[in-house]
């Protein structure tokens, strides 16, 4: 395996680590005003995930510096033209970190309410805002022939990226759904285990459907064979659909394993549906960003990749070891292994 195509698998699993941590995150958000009944309710959702909500989001700016170091036409041709996307990204990430930290600071139901929506709107625009981003590198977005992007926020949108921004809130919905059974008590788990069931069937179809898509677009746009992306598309519906199976069966720790294999596969197809390019041009396939084209200098790429093989295993340690010490039902009952 060349530098170049390393530093794409590498920024591809930074990708998956971010949705699959933060997804339940964000589902755990986006579920706050409806399996919360009060406001003792919502803070003990908004406590299980406390320890390490800011943690996971580490691996959303190391994927940012990432591709920034090793593909910097990549970098400055997304930036550039999701600009405004990527706006609305911060917006929502700022009124949701914003939340955890005001919300305790008056017990004025008013207040309370108020920071609790701000937290939901900010865990549905996020992954909104992702999957819309993300599916446009497969789909397709205008750049010229000198790397430039050459559209407007409105060709960001079509049929298939708006409902990759569904699909993608729908699985961290139901994702955050199983996590809360694996970290609550009593009634909470209880409407928590009732809300995962509800979602899992719709989350689970918008995720299939979405993958057989992403397939389809890269067969079509990207001159891809049905392998190999076909391969974590497949991964992918069959972790969602056991997820079902096992929610339904009880088994909301092995549920929640499998929504989060999902996310992982869902990344996993969508950058496999997109090598060796990185940013597919719509005006003409040609000006296509590739690895090879938009790639930094091999020196750089090999200084990098010593650094990334040193401290990738530490953080993971690190974040693993939070994790374990955390493992505790909020409640101070041991979780029960499922």
């Not at 910097?72 to 609305?88: D, I, K, V």
């Not at 446009?136 to 298939?160: K, W």
Request: glycine fraction near 10%; hydrophobic fraction near 55%.
């Amino acid at each position: 395996m060349d530098l170049e195509t390393f530093w794409f698998v590498l920024i591809s699993v930074l990708w998956a680590g971010y949705l699959a941590l933060e997804g339940f995150d964000f589902g755990v958000g986006m579920l706050l005003p409806w399996v919360g009944r009060d406001d003792g309710d919502r803070s003990t959702m908004l406590r299980t995930i406390g320890p390490v909500w800011d943690g996971n989001e580490v691996w959303l700016v190391v994927a940012g510096g990432a591709t920034f170091a090793a593909f910097p036409a990549w970098y400055a041709t997304m930036f550039s033209g999701f600009y405004f996307a990527l706006l609305l990204v911060l917006f929502f990430l700022i009124i949701r970190v914003v939340s955890f930290e005001w919300r305790s600071k008056s017990e004025s139901p008013r207040w309370r309410s108020f920071w609790t929506w701000c937290n939901t709107l900010g865990s549905v625009g996020v992954p909104l805002v992702w999957g819309i981003g993300l599916s446009n590198l497969v789909h397709g977005v205008p750049i010229d022939s000198n790397g430039n992007y050459a559209g407007d926020f409105i060709d960001l949108f079509s049929p298939y990226t708006v409902f990759a921004g569904i699909a993608f809130v729908a699985l961290f919905a139901f994702h955050g759904a199983t996590y809360l059974t694996l970290r609550t008590v009593g009634e909470l788990t209880d409407r928590a285990t009732l809300a995962a069931r509800r979602l899992s069937l719709p989350a689970a179809l918008l995720a299939a459907a979405f993958l057989v898509w992403t397939v389809a677009v890269a067969m079509d746009k990207n001159e891809k064979d049905l392998f190999p992306p076909v391969l974590p598309a497949v991964i992918g519906i069959a972790a969602v659909l056991l997820a079902v199976v096992f929610l339904r069966g009880g088994r909301t720790g092995r549920a929640f394993s499998m929504t989060g294999v999902a996310a992982i596969a869902v990344v996993a197809t969508l950058f496999t549906s997109l090598y060796p390019r990185v940013m597919v041009s719509s005006l003409d396939f040609g000006d296509s960003l590739t690895i090879d084209g938009s790639a930094s200098s091999h020196y750089a790429l090999q200084v990098m990749s010593v650094v990334a093989l040193i401290f990738v295993p530490l953080v993971l340690v690190y974040q693993g070891w939070t994790y374990h010490v955390f493992r505790q039902r909020v409640g101070g009952v041991k979780p029960e292994h499922s």
